[in-house]
């Protein structure tokens, strides 16, 4: 008897459209940091231990976090769109 095995690829193709500019941060001193919780859980744990050692070690001015709704969907636009216009970098992360 042979097993059929489903392999997905989690990674997302670019949207059409999507910026391709490249920016490099010269510094994390004085940025806002973004972060997207996929809601997996401890995620948040991790969120507040990354956000406190940015905060004192290297300075970054303001942590912003937003939360989906669950692992399997993505943010909604609303939240990109927010990120996108006050954080110098965001980063998006899994728990568990």
Do not use: W
Request: glycine share 6%; charged share 25%.
């Amino acid at each position: 008897m042979s097993a059929c095995i489903l392999l997905y690829n989690p990674t997302a193709t670019r949207a059409a459209g999507a910026a391709t500019e490249e920016r490099k941060l010269a510094s994390l001193q004085g940025s806002t940091v973004g972060f997207i919780d996929n809601a997996k859980p401890n995620f948040d744990h991790l969120v507040d231990d990354i956000a406190e050692l940015l905060t004192v070690r290297y300075g970054v001015a303001k942590i912003i976090k937003r939360k989906k709704r669950a692992a399997s969907v993505p943010a909604d636009d609303a939240v990109y769109e927010e990120l996108a216009q006050q954080c110098d970098l965001v980063i998006t992360g899994s728990g568990d």
